[in-house]
């Protein structure tokens, strides 16, 4: 496992964990603690080496309509 990015919490790194399990890309969030959130090295994304490139890439563009619309409360 490599890390593809680094987050001063934990929410922000499930957010992107669940973009790249949604695209088929497992992934896993670590640095997670109850008193120390993120700790001074922060909470790590991790993805498999072979999975890594696809990840970054993924995380770089914004999320669609759809993945916003599903974020949103309904009305």
């Known amino acids: 496992?490599?890390?593809?990015?680094?987050?001063?919490?934990?929410?922000?790194a499930q957010l992107d964990r669940a973009r790249l399990e949604a695209e088929g890309i497992p992934a896993v969030v670590v640095g997670v603690g109850v008193v120390l959130e993120g700790g001074m090295s922060g909470v790590k994304l991790k993805v498999s080496e072979e999975h890594a490139e696809k990840a970054i890439e993924i995380l770089r563009q914004e999320p669609t309509e759809s993945e916003d619309e599903n974020e949103r409360p309904s009305e």
């Open 1 to 12: 496992m490599v890390t593809i990015r680094t987050y001063p919490v934990d929410i922000e």
